[in-house]
């Protein structure tokens, strides 16, 4: 019964509330519109917007010196979880069945265990220096550390049940990718979505103003 909740109508509810979250916040976003910049522009703003939305990719020299750390662990975290959530086989399989009707190439079963371990080495760096750094722990509320957790135990737990010989492990997988899903929206988990609007506003603003942001 509960297994059956949980890969049907349970699975469609998070994806709903997942997607119609996204698209209210982000429109609330597009709605709320830029100030009138008075100013007259030196520059166009679109080329700043682009400048900034991919130089800040790479950070900064003095900035990646004393964040180094941070740099490096967040490449391994996002890179390696982008690596497993969209080319594991797994979700592959379950992402062709469930969403698109097709699938794609899957990494073979070493690229998944070192993409795996790349991205639990940076998550559990970022945790810890979140935890540790003066700075961090004074900066880190209670969603920071909620969406961290569900992230770590959504990972574990499709780790565990990589094996799919034990069906509880791989429905409890399910189940919290569902509950990570329902959060996300409303989190600042919405940062893989809007960094594009943050960065795309502060570039444009800077090279209507001829700064080389």
Not at 26 to 45: E, F, H, N, T
Not at 52 to 61: C, G, H, M, Q, T
């Amino acid at each position: 019964m509960i297994g059956e909740l949980i890969d049907g109508p349970f699975w469609y509810f998070s994806l709903v509330v997942f997607c119609i979250g996204v698209l209210f916040r982000l429109i609330s976003i597009l709605r709320a519109g830029l100030k009138p910049d008075l100013a007259v522009p030196r520059s166009g703003g679109s080329t700043g917007a682009l400048r900034n939305l991919f130089s800040r990719f790479i950070p900064r020299r003095d900035v990646a010196t004393r964040g180094r750390l941070t740099f490096v662990a967040g490449y391994l975290f996002h890179i390696g979880l982008f690596a497993l959530l969209f080319f594991a086989r797994p979700h592959v399989d379950f992402i062709a069945e469930r969403i698109t009707g097709f699938s794609w190439p899957a990494l073979p079963y070493w690229a998944f265990i070192i993409s795996a371990e790349i991205a639990f080495i940076g998550l559990l760096l970022l945790w810890l220096h979140r935890l540790l750094h003066p700075v961090t722990r004074l900066l880190s509320n209670a969603d920071d550390y909620i969406g961290t957790g569900l992230v770590f135990l959504v990972m574990l737990t499709g780790c565990l049940a990589l094996a799919q010989a034990f069906e509880p492990l791989r429905l409890l997988h399910l189940f919290l990718a569902e509950l990570l899903l329902i959060y996300f929206p409303f989190s600042s988990l919405m940062h893989a979505f809007t960094f594009v609007f943050s960065r795309s506003y502060s570039g444009a603003v800077m090279g209507r103003k001829g700064v080389n942001a």
